[in-house]
């Protein structure tokens, strides 16, 4: 069991977690995730690697509220424990000889590209952030971006916080501004990293999404996590999460992460009606 020792609120919808896993924190590479139980009649679920501390022996994640177990976990508080806490798994990001790299977040996928970020800038590597959110309410890590980073670019799709309009929009004025990318990196929603990959495509810019799909035991037994790159079948969980944006088949992608909505809604709300009637 790992120990709750930080927790703070980034947005309505999405909470930050350290948790006190020194083993992991260890071999934590950025790109790579953890598997989490909240408890023993728990599911398992994914999340990034957002940070980690070797000196304190800690992990931080990010999640976003969006079913039965990330409404659970977030009702545990500091002090308290989170019954398994699995990792680090996957293959960490690649960031080793890059000079200049855009980095492209959506949303909670921005607590996945932060640390690709601090480590390209720890390398020396020069880096542009693009990072993107429906409004104002919803952005996160925007300071840490800014520490990270010598350039950072904030897009809402109301123009209510930084510029107005979507990731690529940005992207293709630095590009055609003459930025000189080595690859892009971009980590989000899946409609975000297609449309993305087709952009940097048209100027043929190595582009490398972070692939967050569905996992059950994080070992490849499972099958869950499959995808189509290039036309191979690739595991999300020992291949990746890493893959070129040029191969990966996002509208498959995006047809399997649909697949459980009905369950995640039926949990949620059961989850919601459990809380009514304990508060009440």
Not at 63 to 86: C, H, K, M, P, S
Not at 125 to 136: A, D, M, Q
Not at 176 to 195: A, N, R, W
Request: a negative charge; one cysteine or more; charged letters at 30%.
């Amino acid at each position: 069991m790992n120990k709750i020792v930080a927790k703070r609120r980034l947005n309505p919808t999405v909470t930050l977690m350290e948790i006190d896993a020194p083993e992991i924190a260890r071999k934590a590479e950025p790109g790579q995730f953890i598997i989490l139980r909240v408890d023993e009649d728990g599911e398992r679920i994914p999340l990034t690697v957002a940070d980690f501390d070797r000196e304190k022996g800690t992990v931080t994640i990010i999640f976003q509220l969006v079913g039965g177990t990330t409404i659970a976990l977030n009702e545990l508080d500091v002090g308290d424990y989170i019954r398994d806490f699995v990792g680090p798994l996957g293959v960490p990001s690649k960031t080793e000889n890059l000079k200049k790299v855009a980095v492209v977040g959506g949303g909670v996928g921005c607590a996945i590209a932060y640390p690709i970020a601090k480590k390209l800038n720890a390398s020396g590597c020069t880096v542009h952030s693009i990072i993107g959110f429906r409004n104002k309410d919803l952005v996160i890590l925007e300071d840490e971006f800014k520490a990270v980073s010598d350039k950072v670019i904030v897009m809402t799709d109301d123009g209510s916080h930084g510029n107005k309009g979507v990731v690529t929009v940005a992207l293709k004025e630095l590009i055609e501004s003459g930025e000189e990318y080595d690859e892009v990196i971009t980590i989000g929603p899946l409609v975000m990293m297609k449309f993305v990959s087709a952009l940097t495509k048209e100027y043929g810019i190595k582009t490398t999404v972070s692939m967050n799909t569905i996992m059950i035991d994080g070992t490849g037994m499972c099958g869950g996590c499959r995808l189509t790159v290039g036309g191979k079948t690739k595991f999300a969980c020992v291949d990746g999460p890493d893959f070129d944006g040029h191969e990966v088949d996002f509208d498959e992608a995006m047809e399997r992460s649909r697949m459980y909505e009905d369950f995640e809604i039926e949990k949620r709300e059961e989850n919601c009606r459990l809380y009514d009637l304990e508060v009440q």
